[in-house]
């Protein structure tokens, strides 16, 4: 009787922990990379007789693939979004999907969007290349602001959007307005913050918009041409959230049109992408490889989490992070 577990499309689970040894002791430990665009039908029979899958964020766990495989008993996310799992159809074929809580990455992720916005506010990377490229006495034209005096919007205030608004308040005395129907006004305002009754009201006020939503059909391309229209001029937006949070035609309409400032990003739609993505060719774009949780810390406490969810599934025990358990549950099927 052998319990397989599948490492899809993840280079980074086990990197720098014990984690993939420590599964070894649970059962047999493939590694497995497909296509992003890979069908349901295909994926259900490459992970034929696979009973868990630590899952990145690309491909799709689509409903073809539930009704296809029917032996995987959990999916979980090495990663707090689970917008690539159609967790409707998990439930109904029952199947549980767990990700990692969000408080695992909540520094890592908190830090890199600090990173980004003073990066794109001091303008870093233009002056950086500006000197690469021998044009140190142009120094004057890179000209920025101060947090202290700018309106920071913060779109979704769970976990890493509440942590980026403490360090924005305590470190740098800025004034930060949220905006989050699913959280209560007194939380936001205990915590310092402006409450925004609309996403419309966040928007026209901020000089920085940073992203902190989920992914869902609501939230999908809510940065869009209309959004865009009721910004400040010079805007700078600053996304490490979900790529498709953002309509990337529009912003790059917009980055011509010169209304946004600068735009630094974590997460692009339709990522990984290569050298000749149309964002890459402005100056005042920054965009990094989707790195918000790389960091020691967070990784050892991803890998953790991915872990302590698959042990405790097999003892019976409460998951962590639980996305969705179905209450008919699918048997675990080892032969």
Request: aromatic letters at 6%.
């Amino acid at each position: 009787m052998v319990i397989k577990i599948a490492i899809v499309n993840s280079k980074s689970f086990g990197a720098y922990t014990n984690a993939v040894d420590r599964l070894r002791r649970v059962g047999e430990i493939i590694r497995i990379d497909v296509p992003r665009d890979i069908s349901g039908t295909e994926l259900a029979e490459k992970l034929k007789g696979v009973h868990f899958i630590v899952a990145s964020v690309t491909p799709f766990y689509t409903r073809e693939f539930f009704e296809n495989n029917k032996d995987v008993v959990m999916i979980v996310r090495h990663g707090i979004g689970y917008d690539n799992i159609d967790v409707k159809a998990a439930e109904e074929h029952g199947v549980i999907v767990a990700r990692v809580p969000g408080w695992r990455e909540r520094e890592a992720v908190a830090e890199l969007t600090i990173a980004l916005m003073l990066a794109a506010i001091r303008r870093v990377v233009e002056s950086s290349n500006s000197v690469r490229a021998g044009k140190w006495h142009e120094r004057a034209k890179y000209v920025g602001k101060e947090l202290p005096s700018l309106t920071i919007g913060v779109v979704g205030f769970g976990n890493i959007g509440s942590r980026v608004a403490a360090i924005l308040i305590n470190g740098f005395n800025s004034k930060v307005i949220v905006y989050d129907p699913y959280v209560p006004r007194a939380y936001v305002e205990r915590l310092g913050c402006v409450y925004a009754e609309s996403v419309d009201e966040l928007l026209a006020q901020s000089d920085v918009i940073t992203l902190h939503a989920i992914l869902t059909d609501e939230t999908r391309h809510m940065i869009n041409r209309e959004a865009f229209e009721k910004m400040k001029d010079g805007v700078i937006i600053v996304n490490t959230a979900r790529g498709e949070l953002i309509d990337t035609q529009a912003l790059i309409e917009y980055i011509e049109k010169g209304k946004i400032a600068a735009a630094a990003l974590d997460v692009i739609e339709g990522e990984p992408i290569d050298e000749k993505h149309p964002l890459l060719k402005y100056q005042n774009v920054i965009v990094t490889p989707h790195i918000g949780a790389y960091t020691y810390e967070s990784l050892v406490g991803m890998d953790e989490a991915v872990v302590e969810a698959i042990d405790n599934y097999l003892n019976n025990k409460p998951i962590d992070g639980i996305v969705i358990m179905p209450r008919e549950r699918r048997a675990l099927r080892v032969n």
